[in-house]
């Protein structure tokens, strides 16, 4: 495909210039992408409504640190996350890959 005819980028596409660095509980901003947390004692980053944000919004949550505290994704109020209120990421570098499907979140991967 020539350079010139590209398609156009795709909303929530994978490309994120800055990660937020998060160490207690937060809610993810429209803005945000990438998630690098530290849970240190365990806490939760909640995830804003997905009507609040584009369809298919991608956020890459990866838990950095090496201790016990357990990282929590939770849905915003009732919505969910592949059909769940919550998950967890206990592991260093465990991860989770999510999609706003404008109903509910999705999981693409995780690790």
Excluded at 42 to 64: C, E, F, H, M, R
Aim: glycine share 10%; aromatic share 8%.
């Amino acid at each position: 495909m020539p350079l010139g005819s590209l398609p156009a980028p795709i909303s929530g596409c994978l490309f994120y210039p800055r990660p937020r660095i998060v160490t207690a509980a937060a809610t993810l901003d429209p803005t945000d992408g990438l998630i690098l947390a530290d849970a240190g004692g365990g806490y939760t980053v909640t995830l804003p409504p997905v009507a609040s944000l584009p369809y298919n919004k991608q956020y890459i949550i990866i838990k950095t640190d090496v201790g016990v505290g357990v990282l929590t994704v939770d849905g915003f109020s009732a919505e969910t996350i592949n059909g769940t209120a919550t998950r967890t990421l206990a592991a260093q570098y465990s991860r989770i890959h999510i999609i706003n499907t404008g109903t509910e979140w999705l999981i693409i991967s995780t690790a």
